[in-house]
């Protein structure tokens, strides 16, 4: 397991001045040899060195065109780095500058518990189940759903995959009875309801609890089982935030990603993937008032792009992802330094035999 290298103090010493100068010369140093990758939710000092932005799934694949790029440094967070791996050319390192940057949603589901639900679920109903893993979920995760016929899905495509899993064999689908979904919880449900299913289709898998805290009648009855995993970052944005900003501004229209919770997702006018936010926002008229249910870095960036439409986030307090923020200049700038001298730190390496079964489950999605 890949530990945690300790960031200098010299680092956390230098102003910010200092520190973009230094990631400005290694990244001349290193030119086309080098790929910065972030995330829309990373911070602005930091996002203005990316040579390209975009959701998770958009950057790995951007990290896979960029064959000349010997080092990927990710932007991001952990589960991030390792799909970037995954999709990656072998001769290319992924580094995460802070590997503290995690993900709280991916952290709430570990290989152990999930396979031990599978098996459960199975012992429980004689339909098959299929599971649906988010992408953001670690690397382990997607493994095991590539061996258990599995796909992943990301918050734009997670309707698709849900029909295929749900499709007959004979129609080109994975002839599922159920969905098992891994591991936000509110996700499943917005999309479940989309598909035209109702709240009492589906059912959630507590994992600290035998059998999930399921009866074999809640799982014949439910036709989506949903692992309790969640995003604290939009997961508290309420029905209150939405009628309070509407009180204020009558003619405002509320944008929110599927990760927030369902009653907040009923009462918004859009709802989309981090992607879509963006076309949406940036395609709206002059003069549009929105309120926009995700991350606050992404919100205020779009704000301050638009001028000329009135942008703000949901709530009345940000939404902040702290992971993402443990990616700042000290580490950016050590990282960098490292790479130009020939010792890269945090490197990031999915194990071959669980990259491979990932990889398959990502395909799957890819081709669905
Ligand atoms: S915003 Fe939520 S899902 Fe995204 S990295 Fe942060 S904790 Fe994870």
Redesign the pocket.
């Known amino acids: 397991m890949l530990t945690q290298q300790t960031l200098p103090d010299e680092y956390r010493q230098l102003d910010d001045e200092r520190l973009e100068s230094i990631i400005r010369r290694r990244r001349e140093q290193l030119g086309k040899r080098l790929c910065i990758l972030g995330h829309h ?1 990373q911070r602005d000092e930091v996002i203005k060195f990316a040579d390209f932005t975009g959701d998770s799934l958009k950057l790995s694949r951007q990290a896979a065109e960029q064959a000349d790029a010997e080092f990927i440094i990710f932007c991001g ?1 952990h589960f991030m780095a390792e799909s970037a791996d995954i999709l990656s050319a072998d001769n290319q390192k992924v580094v995460l500058p802070n590997l503290e940057a995690g ?4 952290d709430m589901a570990d290989v152990p518990a999930v396979e031990e639900a599978m098996e459960e679920l199975s012992e429980m109903t004689d339909e098959r189940i299929i599971p649906v893993t988010y992408v ?1 979920s670690a690397a382990a995760i997607k493994a095991a759903t590539g061996r258990s016929g599995g796909a992943c899905c990301t918050s734009s495509n997670a309707r698709r995959v849900f029909e295929w899993a749900l499709r007959g064999e004979a129609d080109g689908g994975a002839g599922g009875g159920k969905i098992f979904a891994i591991p936000d919880r509110h996700l499943a449900l917005n999309i479940a309801v989309d598909m035209g299913y109702t709240p009492e289709d589906c059912v959630v898998y507590e994992p600290n609890k035998l059998n999930g805290g399921l009866t074999a009648d809640d799982v014949a009855a439910a036709k989506f089982i949903l692992w309790r995993g969640y ?4 997961q508290l944005f309420t029905p209150e935030h939405v009628h309070g900003v509407r009180r204020r501004h009558p003619d405002i229209r509320v944008i929110v990603h599927p ?1 927030c919770p369902y009653e907040v997702v009923q009462l918004a006018d859009d709802v989309g993937s981090t992607e879509q936010i963006i076309r949406t926002l940036d395609a709206a008229e002059p003069g549009s008032k929105w309120a926009v249910g995700t ?1 606050s870095n992404l919100v205020n960036r779009l704000a301050k792009k638009h001028k000329d439409k009135f942008i703000r986030v949901l709530s009345d307090a940000p939404a902040s ?1 702290f ?2 923020a443990r990616i700042d200049l000290p580490h950016l700038a050590w990282a960098l330094d490292n790479l130009a001298e020939g010792n890269p730190v945090n490197h990031i390496t999915v194990e071959p035999e669980i990259a491979a079964d990932a990889r398959t489950a990502l395909e799957r999605m890819i081709s669905i």
């Open positions: 939710y967070v993900c709280a949603m991916a953001n995003c604290y970052v939009h990760e991350e992802c992971q993402m």
